[in-house]
């Protein structure tokens, strides 16, 4: 069964850093491009990062550039996000998502292209 968990969520002074993961079972980090959107509240949902299928791709939405890093482990099937200098305009609840297929590039541009989502983690900067 496909699924994707999100963790690592929190409540962190601006400044700080944190480190999301997103556990996916019922396939493979090589066989999907893996994104992470946000969502605060009164907003819509907006990427943040993604990985491509073969892992040699990334993007990343303009607000993150140079502080959050994706990365995975195709050992733990784990695609993480590390958030570092944080602001308190980070936060929102984050969300991992998947589309499944060989050869796949990734968007942060549309929520459209992933048909498969995590539960969500919070993340609160606040002082």
């Known amino acids: 069964q496909l699924q994707l968990v999100e963790s690592g969520g929190g409540l962190v002074q601006p400044g700080g850093s944190l480190r999301l993961s997103c556990a996916a079972s019922g396939f493979t980090l090589d066989y999907a491009a893996i994104a992470w959107f946000r969502q605060a509240p009164g907003k819509e949902r907006e990427g943040v990062s993604c990985i491509s299928s073969s892992g040699g791709i990334t993007n990343y939405a303009d607000s993150v550039k140079g502080r959050f890093t994706i990365s995975r482990d195709n050992a733990k099937n784990t695609v993480y996000l590390q958030m570092n200098s944080l602001k308190p305009e980070d936060t929102a609840v984050y969300y991992c998502?998947?589309?499944?297929?060989?050869?796949?590039?990734?968007?942060?541009?549309?929520?459209?292209?992933?048909?498969?989502w995590g539960q969500g983690t919070q993340v609160t900067i606040s002082s």
């Open positions: 998502a998947a589309d499944i297929g060989r050869l796949k590039l990734c968007t942060v541009v549309t929520a459209l292209r992933y048909p498969h």
